[in-house]
């Protein structure tokens, strides 16, 4: 089976073929816990809808609920496709940033404010 694989694919995941993929939900949960292993009801479910999202799972056709709207829910694997979509800023030379906009004076109150800084300092050494 392996080289039938290697065939189409550059490399085989063997995880897959040598623990129970419940076992492997299990330790993505405890792992995502951080340091702690035992989450409470509340945690697992958050946890759970978070790897349901990352996966990409979708409702099923066949079922007793039926959607109440046309929301699209949008997978991981669809959003992390840079290649093939390139973005649109790439041909753009660089910005030419000769000027700088900001004062080299400070305003009068700024100056002020400055000053009054320095002298509580001062006094606050002394």
Not at 24 to 40: D, V, Y
Request: some cysteine.
């Amino acid at each position: 089976m392996i080289p039938e694989l290697l065939q189409v694919q550059r490399y085989v995941l063997t995880y897959r073929f040598s623990k129970d993929l419940l076992e492997i939900l299990f330790n993505s949960i405890r792992a995502s816990g951080g340091w702690n292993n035992n989450p409470m009801a509340r945690q697992f479910l958050a946890i759970f809808r978070h790897l349901m999202v990352q996966c990409g799972v979708s409702p099923g056709e066949t079922g007793n609920v039926a959607a109440q709207d046309n929301t699209v829910s949008l997978s991981a694997v669809e959003m992390s496709n840079a290649e093939e979509n390139p973005s649109p800023f790439t041909n753009i030379s660089a910005l030419v940033c000769d000027h700088s906009y900001l004062p080299t004076r400070f305003g009068g109150l700024v100056e002020n404010a400055l000053v009054y800084i320095a002298g509580f300092v001062v006094r606050q050494l002394l």
